[in-house]
């Protein structure tokens, strides 16, 4: 349940049509089921409607993580890996696929480290760049070891054939970028940090949700805000004066959370974005000179603060107009403030004031004016990466939050942040299996990234020997490490020892289910090998029946004499050996 994350057997339902059913039950009677109901669900622990969700993963999903889950381990010391798959199209899927979506995990492993050896005061976020290059620069166990391999290894995937840094990687007399690539490097990992604390927050396993690491605020910064704040209110509302130092904190901590997941905290890259609406790599379409470093498009937009209506940003002065919903900033200010009786230009002018307030103490910052219309983003110079933290959960949403400690006592029993829950209250909570898992993970392993590439029929001659030669010997530390491939590496080609081998699916025959897991092994006679099962009936057959696929009698190859072409090409072949 989306609602209460309570799982719910598949016999329990209350209501609905998702299995066929031609009658409605409640465990105890029975009742026709209404065609009208078919997309109806009620959750039995929390009874919302229309929150169940079914819970699986895509085989594609399964393999990447598999994958990260065996180049992350400290007792892999041969991190290659051969993926067979049944077909081109599959082949390049995945090797795009596990590419991108294990990048991800590379990243949050060597930033957990650093922001781990800052210590309980913390990381500032706008020294990440710096702070990762040093850390993983040294000569220790499980590090890069140079500059060069930090690049290889943490440059995002939509760089790695930016001309630059191909032009530093293949020169091998060059060990430190030149200073205009350097700067390009380090601003790119600080943005990844802030797109993983702020834009890209609620989406994946990034390390707040999972309780691994959180974003704080400055403290002086925060109760210098504040105390700008008490000095306007009495040109707001003399009234407003009595209100406690402790709801004040819990509004603006309210509203730092929220604008910072809707992609609002500040990096460089949001100034053309405030001033003339560009975003990503080629804005509206247009390859723009300097551009080139900056992240792709993507499905989602930062959307910073804006003092009047804006298609693209949030309008943090937007009154409330009768007939539609009160916005977000009334209905939280109001629930703080616990519907205290001011009026809506009372409210709206303290938010102002906020914002006046928090720029002048450097908690706010402002991109751009125009007119009477400006941009604020929250300022990362006083955002601060911490290790530990505390969990908090909403006792009627089950919303959660992962917030420093001496911000966490503002939280608790603090009103909850989702829309319609007026009635909720945040209280110290227990980390999830879930959550303790993510927590090991992104702190254990070395630091191994995932360069995959396709191997198939359609690579010239050229073009499959140089993709062999550096998967098998390698000399840059982003050459090929995971292989995907079709029926054309199962036999014929010398690849090198390898000791994992996975496959995508299930091979049509059992011959070729020998033949592909046999590649990995060869010299030591131990080897690992990963099946990934597919909702079908052949995947699923062997599934039940694994003796069926290991043990199954192998059919000799064979071939219709009377095809004259196989006949030539035999002949030809056998003329040649």
Known sequence: CAGCSGLIEEGVLLSGNTFGADFYTDGKMEAPMLPEQHALFKCPHCQSLDSLMFIGSRAATVASV??????????????????????????????????????????????????????????????????????????????????????????????????????????????????????????????????EFSLMQTHGRTMEVHASGCLGWDQEVVLNTLSNLRSRLPSISPALEIIKDEAFLLWIFGILHRSRERGALYHPFLDSYAIKNYWGKVPFKEVISGRETFPPKGRYRPRLLATTRDKYHDHILSPFVIGSQPPWHVVWIRRVLNDAPFDDNTLLDLINGLLLSGTEAGLFKCLHKDGEKAYYALNSGAAILYPEGVKLVCNTSGHALFRPEW???????????????????????????????????????????????????????????????????????????????????????????????????????????????????????????????????????????PDELLRGDIEPPGCWLDASAVLVRQYLAFCLD
């Open 66 to 195: 598999a994958i990260d889950e065996v180049f992350g381990s400290i007792l892999n010391n041969d991190p290659k890996l051969l993926a067979f798959t049944d077909s081109v199209q599959d082949a390049s899927h995945r090797a795009g696929f596990f590419s991108a979506r294990t990048y991800n995990f590379s990243y949050r492993t060597a930033l957990q480290h650093i922001i781990d050896d800052a210590g309980p005061g913390g990381l500032p976020i706008e020294h990440v760049g710096e702070s990762l290059v040093k850390f993983w620069s040294e000569e220790k166990p499980g590090r890069p070891g140079s500059f060069k391999e930090v690049m290889a290894t943490l440059i995002p995937p939509d760089l790695r054939e930016y001309g630059a840094y191909l032009s530093f990687r293949d020169n091998h007399s060059q060990h430190i970028p030149s200073s205009i690539l350097q700067k390009q490097f380090i601003e790119r990992l600080n943005w990844q940090a802030t797109s």
């Open 407 to 545: 911000e966490s006592k503002i939280w608790i029993d603090g009103a909850s942040l989702e829309y319609r829950d007026d009635r909720g209250r945040y209280k110290q909570g227990v980390l999830n299996e879930r959550e303790r898992y993510y927590q090991d993970r992104y702190r254990k392993g070395a630091l191994r990234r995932v360069f995959a590439h396709e191997h198939t029929g359609l690579l010239t001659t050229e073009e499959r020997e140089a993709l062999e030669m550096s998967f098998s010997v390698g000399g840059h530390a982003d050459d090929p490490n995971v292989l995907t491939a079709t029926s054309t590496l199962e036999m014929g080609i010398d690849i090198g020892d390898l000791s994992t081998t996975m496959l995508c699916s299930i091979p049509p025959s059992i011959a070729s289910y020998l033949q592909r897991i046999g590649r990995a092994g060869r010299s030591t006679g131990t080897a690992l090998v990963l099946a990934v099962i597919n909702q079908r009936p052949h995947d699923l057959f062997f599934y039940a029946r």
